[in-house]
């Protein structure tokens, strides 16, 4: 992946001179070692303020989701196993993020050359899972709305579940490889790695133009479909036509696909402009700033869900007060108001019908 500048935390190379003239390294003892930025203790204080409370609300956040979906089997449905996988995705870039934010502070790096190889192809993962999720969810909605009478035999649990893991093993093996094919530190106190021209042009059409393409292609037809299921819908509405079980589906699924639309969109929002900058080669401040942009996606997710799933706000609320430890909890109906109690023995081994919101 073309993500340089993200996983060397800027310009590592910035000198600078104290009141005595003298520059500063990152390891003093070492010859070898890389020159520090300098960064006043006000700015880095407000900076790692700044990040680990990012930090803290993206793993909060997206672990009420995992914890939700996992655990309420209503949920259970192949557009949430993929929101659930996303989920992941944005949990594991909140728990790296304090690990980032102190080189992009500290412009050096203090881990170690193991933990350098091993950061630089987690977080390589974790960015392209996120992208294939995205790619997932999108061909998921495009199938659920554009060809509805297909979507129980085409998308199941088990083709689903199949997709994810593939995702995340190809995801894997290509930043492992990347990384070790690549990684290379010019001095010590630097976790980096350099590309060439081609590689660069290479990684950025593979795993961002070509995936942003077919998710934007892919979206565009379906908001096109919607809208022409809206207005038939508006139309029998008007005409004082009840709606059959089929419409109100179309109109459940339309919502459903609007809702992820607008997931996709902040995460192609807050990566194509680091991206654009990324090549042009702008100053560190700018790729600094925008790296700040970056890590804020995965904390936006779950403040999505929040306002357009009714059943997010529900499970939050029997998660934060514990009731999910209560008996058969996880068989609660949370697509109607009630107050909780647990289902009788008779419920259980009842077939569950899921709940068109739970799409």
């Known amino acids: 992946l073309f993500r340089n500048k993200l996983l060397t935390g800027g310009d590592s190379h910035m000198a600078y001179e104290t009141e005595d003239h003298e520059t500063r390294y990152c390891f003093p003892a070492i010859n070898s070692s890389c020159i520090k930025g300098k960064r006043s203790r006000h700015e880095s204080n407000i900076m790692y303020m700044f990040f ?13 989701v995992i914890i939700s979906i996992s655990h309420f089997k209503k949920l259970h449905t192949p557009t949430n196993l993929l929101i659930l996988s996303l989920a992941v995705a944005d949990m594991l870039i909140g728990l790296v993020m304090p690990i980032d934010a102190s080189r992009l ?23 392209s899972a996120s992208l294939s999720n995205l790619v997932l969810i999108s061909v998921d909605r495009y199938v659920a709305v554009c060809h509805p009478l297909l979507y129980p035999q085409k998308i199941t649990m088990t083709k689903t579940l199949i997709s994810i893991c593939l995702s995340w093993v190809f995801s894997s093996t290509y930043s492992t ?14 976790c980096s790695f350099m590309m060439d021209f081609a590689w660069r042009v290479t990684d950025l059409f593979m795993c961002f133009i070509f995936p942003c393409i077919l998710i934007i292609s892919l979206y565009l037809k379906i908001f096109y479909v919607v809208h022409q299921q809206v207005k038939v819908i508006n139309t029998l509405m008007k005409g004082g036509k009840c709606l ?10 339309s919502k459903a696909a609007l809702t992820l639309g607008i997931i996709v969109t902040v995460y192609l929002l807050c990566w194509i402009p680091y991206y654009i900058c990324s090549i042009s080669g702008v100053s560190s401040t700018t790729i600094n700033v925008l790296t700040c942009f970056v890590f804020s996606n995965s904390g936006l997710n779950p403040m999505v869900y929040a306002l357009f799933y009714p059943w997010f706000k529900k499970t939050v609320k029997l998660i934060l007060t514990l009731k ?7 068989l609660v109906n949370i697509f109607t108001e009630h107050q909780f109690t647990p289902p009788i023995k008779t419920y259980e081994t009842k077939q569950l ?7």
Not at 52 to 64: E, K, P
């Open 324 to 330: 999910i430890f209560q008996a058969a909890s996880s």
């Open 353 to 359: 019908q899921i709940h068109p919101e739970g799409i």
């Open 244 to 253: 059959n079980e089929g419409s109100v589906r179309r109109k459940s699924e």
């Open 177 to 190: 490889a990347f990384v070790i094919s690549l990684r290379t530190n010019m001095c010590y106190g630097e």
């Open 105 to 127: 502070i500290e412009t050096c790096w203090y881990f170690g050359d193991t933990f350098c190889g091993f950061f630089l192809v987690i977080t390589g993962l974790i960015i």
């Open 52 to 64: 680990s409370l990012l930090s803290a609300w993206t793993v909060f956040l997206n672990l009420l």
